[in-house]
């Protein structure tokens, strides 16, 4: 068995999610980062792989610019799929292209900046049949799959869903995700779908 190939978009120096996927990716042994485009300042980019020890011929101006070359490559060298960790309003584009050029996504949540570019990257996936993957990681931490387990079980009676429904609401009306700090609109979205997967929000027979 050989390592998976990873190439990264965003995550340069200054960030602080790419180094926190990185790690990640490190955990198993099994993934190997060998390209990326760091950066929309080139120079960052540079830096970035310098310092993560990558071939110089495979850090890349652009991510169009790293799809292409990159799918070019003979399939024994080219990435096996990429991992998408720019800012929030920069999520959709590169998923896009990365389906497009045969490369399955582990992409940062959120998905998408709103609901219609969703659709579309659903579309796109069913299309090409591509793994698709967005890190709502929570979800496998031991201590939420006990509780997941506690509440499904009835252990601690009936529970009410009218704060996650409001809360919900509230993350609906927000416009304009970008123009928001990251870290805020991500919390938004990683709370409801943490909140989601422990209550069983759907047809879970303990959550009112």
Do not use: W
């Amino acid at each position: 068995m050989k390592k998976l190939k990873m190439g990264m978009i965003g995550g340069g120096i200054g960030s602080f999610i790419g180094a926190i996927h990185r790690n990640a990716a490190n955990l198993d042994n099994c993934i190997e980062l060998v390209s990326g485009s760091f950066s929309s300042d080139f120079n960052n980019s540079l830096e970035t792989g310098k310092n993560l020890y990558i071939d110089p011929k495979r850090i890349y101006k652009s991510y169009d610019e790293m799809f292409f070359k990159e799918s070019n490559l003979d399939s024994k060298d080219r990435i096996d799929f990429v991992s998408i960790v720019t800012p929030n309003h920069i999520h959709f584009d590169p998923a896009l292209k990365a389906l497009e050029n045969g490369f399955p996504v582990i992409i940062d949540k959120p998905m998408t900046y709103d609901t219609e570019q969703a659709e579309l990257l659903v579309k796109k996936v069913n299309e090409t049949s591509l793994p698709f993957a967005v890190t709502h990681t929570y979800t496998g931490y031991p201590m939420v799959k006990e509780a997941k387990s506690i509440i499904s079980s009835g252990k601690i009676g009936k529970l009410r869903k009218d704060l996650i429904a409001k809360k919900a609401k509230a993350c609906d009306s927000i416009k304009s995700p970008s123009k928001l700090k990251s870290t805020f609109f991500c919390f938004n979205i990683s709370t409801a779908s943490l909140i989601c997967f422990v209550l069983l929000v759907r047809g879970c027979p303990n959550v009112e």
